[in-house]
Nanobody, 119 residues
Framework: QVQLQESGPGLVKPSQTLSLTCTVS??????????WSWIRQPPGKGLEWIGY???????YYNPAFKSRASISRDTSKSQLTLEVSSVTPEDTAIYYC???????????WGQGTQVTVSS
């Protein structure tokens, strides 16, 4: 069974870069047709999809995040990374990594990690 675990600093200062890691176990991030996403949920708001990195290594971003977000991976460590630059308090949210499904696939989510942007 695929498991995902987010990790990283819980507090980031405004204007700095938010960096998170997602460790994947029980499955390979290079298996064909799997897409690995970062999603966040600000307090009192719904889920916001940030972007994905595909099995091939290609990336695609929500246009709202394209200028600031960067998703990458380390296949040897089975890890995904998210970097969001120039953060503000509005970037405060619970951040999730997930394998979002194509038709016929299961989805898997990490439990999420709280990130607070504050001075």
């Amino acid at each position: 069974q695929v498991q995902l675990q987010e990790s990283g600093p819980g507090l980031v200062k405004p204007s700095q870069t938010l960096s998170l890691t997602c460790t994947v176990s029980g499955g390979s991030i290079t298996i064909d047709n799997y897409y690995w996403s970062w999603i966040r949920q600000p307090p009192g708001k719904g889920l916001e999809w940030i972007g994905y990195i595909a099995y091939s290594g290609s990336t695609y971003y929500n246009p709202a995040f394209k200028s600031r977000a960067s998703i990458s991976r380390d296949t040897s460590k089975s890890q995904l990374t998210l970097e969001v630059s120039s953060v503000t308090p509005e970037d405060t949210a619970i951040y999730y990594c997930a394998r979002l499904p194509l038709i016929g696939q299961n989805d898997y989510w990490g439990q999420g990690t709280q990130v607070t942007v504050s001075s």
